[in-house]
């Protein structure tokens, strides 16, 4: 197993948000975290980069806990963020922006611009002179110039255009085949997001409500649906 | 390895000397040439400029705001003073070895420096300098307290080519080491550690997500901007063959900070012009009026927030995208 999270209670200050979790991935697998707003979903990416207050439970890294690792050194262990805020730099140029994340690894500065030629048109381009969907390409570029072997995204299609959600869906796929990495995505679109991953997970209240396969999901859409709404 | 903007092109361009940055270094040394009589006046200003620099890759770049940073200046100009007293005299070596206490000074310095916010921060280093302040005035077998260091030789530079009365040495040395700092600082920022220092600056919260571990990266910051200022006090302590408590004074400190500020922090061009057109306004001023010239730097500081905000650094981009267009 490449992540295994056995019984995470995690929150901020005193505030339990996720209570008694447990859920794993394999390497190159991916996993759909599907849920209302204000579930924990975004809680459970944070815990794992290191951001949240961990209260009980473990969290391995290829069979190794990693819950006491500082969040930057997360990063190292190959744990790639693609944050809900996106967080483009706005005073470093699209270039500079990829560039400041680079760690040695397969995937470079060519790699981005390949995947995603409009930034390369761009690259010269202050991180505030973007439309979303660039932003949102800037944000997986670099969390992906760290090299990681898993990638969390959170809400990566939020207020984007159909086209441009093509797109990026497109690019993970892409990505997937060329680079084989796993990932976890956060979705309000679980269509969105069943169709890219192999298994999910429907959170509520900081709890687990259901697990399955991304494709019996996606074949009961209508139960899904009220999984989600419950 | 990488193909950043900066990094991409000829040598020059990898050393930073393009555009604006070369009329600055022809500008440089053609005053050698315009100005013979005023060498010593601008040997110190090459001093300030490389001072300037230090500065700004802590506050400009790094978003660490300092009140204190002149006592890595006045650290330096005193390691080179008394390393040439006790007769270990060669001009880069005391280069070397002021860089080095100043910077290991300001590395152990750094955990106090890197948690804590702008506010502690001046506090902090404010504080810090008037404690060595106060040492060096105390510690006057070693410092020569209030009255300074003043009789020691140095050697000439590379063995060959003596201090001579004119200042024509030391207006090449301070040159040279102005040149290769800026050289040297230009690479540094252009490098993914200077990207790096500039995320901090603008989201130091979200660093971390890339990996990026922010304390870390200050303190590399803040130890090199402190030994880049060893050097810049060095220089002056070497070419004045003097050094003095008001190099670690608070004047100093304040005055770097005016002068990036001037300068257009952020911007290794215009803090290195600022600290040229500083230098040069206070020199004058205070020949036009020795008991009023504060006032009239007062003045122009407080127009230069009019006419150039974000410095003469913005004013030259202006003018180059004006060109450009």
Do not use: C
Request: proline letters at 3%.
């Amino acid at each position: 197993m490449l992540l295994e999270i056995e019984g995470l209670t995690a929150g901020y200050g005193d505030a339990v948000i996720l209570e008694d979790l447990s859920v794993s991935i394999d390497e190159g697998k991916g996993l759909a975290v599907l849920g209302r707003n204000g579930v924990g979903k975004t809680t459970l990416i944070r815990a794992i980069m290191g951001h949240t207050r961990q209260f009980a439970g473990r969290m391995k890294w290829k069979g190794e806990d990693f819950s006491s690792v500082p969040a930057p050194d997360r990063v190292a262990l190959g744990i790639g963020w693609v944050p809900q805020e996106r967080d483009i730099f706005r005073s470093l140029t699209v270039e500079e922006n990829l560039l400041v994340a680079q760690r040695p690894g397969r995937f470079n500065l060519d790699s981005a611009y390949e995947l995603f030629p409009r930034l390369k048109e761009r690259r010269r381009n202050l991180g505030d002179r973007l439309s979303g969907g660039e932003q949102q390409m800037l944000a997986i570029g670099r969390a992906l110039m760290t090299n990681p072997v898993l990638v969390l995204f959170d809400e990566p299609f939020e207020g984007l255009a159909p086209v441009i959600v093509e797109q990026l869906e497109h690019a993970i796929k892409k990505l997937r085949s060329e680079f084989g990495f796993a990932f976890i995505i956060v979705e309000q679109h679980a269509q969105d997001a069943l169709a890219l991953s192999d298994h999910a997970i429907v959170l509520d209240r900081g709890k687990i409500v259901h697990s399955g396969t991304a494709s019996e999901l996606l074949a009961d859409f209508d139960k899904t649906k009220s999984l989600i709404a419950v | 390895m990488s193909t950043s903007s900066a990094t991409q092109g000829g040598f020059y361009s990898r050393i930073g000397i393009q555009g604006v940055t070369l009329v600055l270094f022809a500008g440089s040394i053609a005053s050698y040439f315009l100005f013979p009589e005023h060498l010593a006046l601008l040997t110190q200003l090459f001093v300030l400029m490389v001072f300037a620099l230090s500065y700004d890759l802590l506050q400009g770049h790094g978003g660490i705001v300092s009140l204190g940073h002149a006592a890595f200046f006045g650290l330096g100009a005193y390691a080179a003073a008394i390393l040439a007293r006790t007769g270990y005299n060669d001009p880069l070596l005391g280069l070397v070895f002021a860089a080095i206490v100043s910077a290991l000074v300001a590395l152990v310095l750094t955990p106090i420096i890197v948690r804590g916010n702008d506010f502690t921060r001046l506090l902090v280093t404010l504080g810090v300098a008037s404690l060595v302040y106060e040492a060096a005035n105390r510690m006057r077998w070693l410092t020569g307290g209030a009255d300074g260091l003043p009789d020691f030789e140095i050697a000439p530079l590379l063995g060959l080519y003596r201090f001579d009365f004119e200042g024509r040495t030391a207006f090449i040395y301070s040159f040279a080491v102005f040149a290769l700092t800026y050289m040297f600082l230009w690479r540094v920022v252009t490098s993914p550690f200077g990207l790096a220092l500039r995320g901090i600056r603008e989201n130091a919260r979200r660093m971390p997500a890339i990996g990026s571990p922010v304390r870390r990266h200050l303190a590399v910051a803040y130890t090199l901007s402190g030994g880049v200022a060893g050097i810049a006090g060095a220089v002056l302590a070497q070419t004045s063959r003097f050094a003095s408590l008001d190099m670690l004074g608070f004047d100093r400190s304040a005055e770097i900070m005016m002068v990036a500020t001037l300068g257009g922090s952020g911007h290794m061009v215009g803090v290195s012009v600022g600290a040229a057109a500083f230098g040069w306004l206070k020199d004058v001023l205070s020949t036009v009026s020795p008991k009023y010239w504060q006032l009239g730097l007062g003045i122009v500081l407080m127009l230069s927030v009019f006419v150039a905000r974000g410095g003469i650094g913005s004013l030259l981009d202006r003018l180059r995208f004006r060109r450009s267009a």
